[in-house]
């Protein structure tokens, strides 16, 4: 431990680990053990957990323009309708 609270891991365990300076890492305590894992591994898990749910065939990013533009026409639509009236009656 260093001043501040800092951890601080020698060059040697740095390198097994294959740490960084500079890397963000997940922290957490696991059966009153510390574990650290790089931040970027935490997201490759996460997204080769959930590519095992998403068809190959299937564009995630297009789904979500799609559903941003049809929530965009939805709103417009329901402007227009609120407007309806003349403003000065």
Same mark, same amino acid.
């Given at each position: 431990?260093h001043? +501040? &609270?800092?951890?601080?891991?020698?060059?040697h365990i #740095?390198k097994?680990?294959h740490f960084?300076? +500079? !890397?963000?890492?997940?922290?957490?305590?696991? !059966? +009153?053990e510390? #574990?650290?894992?790089?931040?970027m591994?935490?997201i490759?898990?996460?997204?080769?957990l959930?590519a095992?749910?998403i068809?190959?065939?299937?564009?995630?990013? !297009?789904e979500?323009?799609? !559903? #941003? #533009?049809?929530?965009?026409?939805?709103e417009d639509?329901?402007?227009?309708?609120?407007? &309806? &009236?003349p403003l000065? &009656?």
């Amino acid at each position: 431990m260093h001043s +501040g &609270g800092r951890l601080v891991a020698s060059s040697h365990i #740095r390198k097994a680990l294959h740490f960084n300076i +500079g !890397d963000q890492l997940l922290l957490r305590v696991e !059966d +009153g053990e510390l #574990r650290a894992i790089p931040r970027m591994e935490v997201i490759r898990r996460a997204q080769q957990l959930i590519a095992q749910y998403i068809p190959v065939s299937v564009s995630l990013v !297009d789904e979500l323009i799609a !559903d #941003r #533009r049809a929530e965009a026409a939805r709103e417009d639509s329901e402007f227009h309708i609120s407007r &309806g &009236g003349p403003l000065f &009656g």
